[in-house]
């Protein structure tokens, strides 16, 4: 595709939900970052792939935490048992270099979740 | 660790230039990067600075001192639609380099 897409936009849940957050990036892309960011703060790190193999988990804030990238391509991030201080919006980027080293990520336009 | 500082908020006047500093300290340095990123919209890549000295690309430009930990971004005949938060982010060297680190971002305002 043109971009990194991301579905959905918006998600409400209610506390002690599970959800499962899409991310699709740009065609080809090697790499994929997911990143949290909290209303009116930068994006966090949250975690990296390189194809299907995830190479740096080191931001993700709790074991609620789980992303796969099974095939190399679309990626999952899933939040167990949701609580309130997981409301964000959850960016998803991508890159064409392998190592990640050198090159731009692309953003994609994030998905807004609410916990109730 | 990493730490990176920039406004909060700015306002300026349309046609006109403002300047939009960033001060890290870091562990490691890999490269420093601008994003645009308007309202409920993803950040857009802008420029890319690795290396000491200017770096332009039309009505935007961004600077960058390694040595002091410095960077800047100017934006130039400054339009309405340029009102967006400005993203200072900067990617460290060594183990976990792959990720950025962001600032809090600068809310810039263009006003008529």
């Known amino acids: 595709g043109a971009g990194v897409s991301q579905s959905p936009r918006y998600k409400v849940a209610k506390r002690g939900q599970d959800v499962a957050l899409r991310c699709d990036p740009i065609?080809?892309?090697?790499?994929l970052f997911w990143y949290q960011q909290a209303l009116g703060q930068g994006p966090e790190f949250l975690t990296y792939?390189?194809?299907?193999?995830?190479?740096?988990k080191s931001g993700l804030p709790s074991d609620r935490f789980f992303a796969e990238r099974p095939e190399g391509s679309v990626s999952t991030l899933k939040i167990q048992r949701t609580q309130q201080e997981d409301s964000a919006v959850y960016l998803c980027a991508s890159s064409s270099d392998t190592s990640a080293r050198t090159d731009t990520q692309y953003f994609g336009p994030g998905t807004r979740l609410t916990v109730l | 660790g990493q730490n990176i500082d920039q406004p909060t908020e700015m306002t300026a006047t349309e046609g006109a230039i403002v300047q939009i500093n960033c001060t890290y300290q870091t562990s490691g340095f890999n490269g420093l990067f601008w994003y645009q990123q308007h309202a409920g919209e993803a950040p857009t890549f802008l420029s890319y600075?690795?290396?000491?000295g200017l770096e332009e690309k039309g009505r935007f430009s961004s600077f960058l001192s390694r040595s002091k930990g410095y960077s800047y971004l100017l934006l130039k005949e400054l339009q309405m639609k340029d009102s967006a938060s400005y993203l200072c982010a900067v990617r460290s060297s060594g183990a976990g380099s792959y990720q950025l680190t962001f600032g809090k971002g600068t809310k810039l305002s263009v006003i008529p």
């Open positions: 065609s080809g892309h090697v790499s």
């Open positions: 600075n690795v290396l000491d």
């Open positions: 792939f390189q194809n299907e193999a995830q190479l740096d």
